[in-house]
């Protein structure tokens, strides 16, 4: 006969409750993502692109230095990717103001409308998500994903005003 006790974690959990987090994380990405990668792909994009244009438009101006310090790759994956969306016209390359061998990331006219197809079902299905959950789900959401995320990546959550 199986035993019938629910397996506790040393942090006092129920490990069916941490498996079926990790299953949620899974699925909710993938739902999360399906309409974008759809969108990228009409364009030979993969999720990469994403995560390039969505991190430029939302900081322009970033520098290659500090987009490669957010995505976590190497130099190599960037030039790839950077390379073929500032090719295809989505970003444009500026030299740096003080620093002329920094490069300035900004996204063209293309570039931001292709951001705007990319996020705006994705905003929609978190705005619906957040109102069905309630503003206490909300904030509770907000601490598990940073409690999930590294200490280099939460701080630059825990210093925003927004």
Known sequence: MPNS???ISSSGLRDEDLRQAIELLFFAYRDFTARADAILAKQSFGRAHHR????????PGITVSALLEILGITKQSL?????????EHYILQKK??????????HLTDKGRELERMLTTEQ?????????DAGPSAVEGFRK????????????RFKTRGD
């Open 5 to 7: 006790k629910p397996v």
């Open 52 to 59: 390039v244009i969505y991190f430029v438009g939302r900081h």
């Open 79 to 87: 030039a790839r990717v950077l390379g073929q969306l500032v090719r």
């Open 96 to 105: 740096g103001t003080q620093d002329g061998r920094q490069r300035l990331l």
């Open 123 to 131: 905003r929609a299905r978190i705005a619906a998500a957040y109102k």
């Open 144 to 155: 598990v994903m940073l409690g999930i995320m590294n200490d280099d990546a939460r701080w």
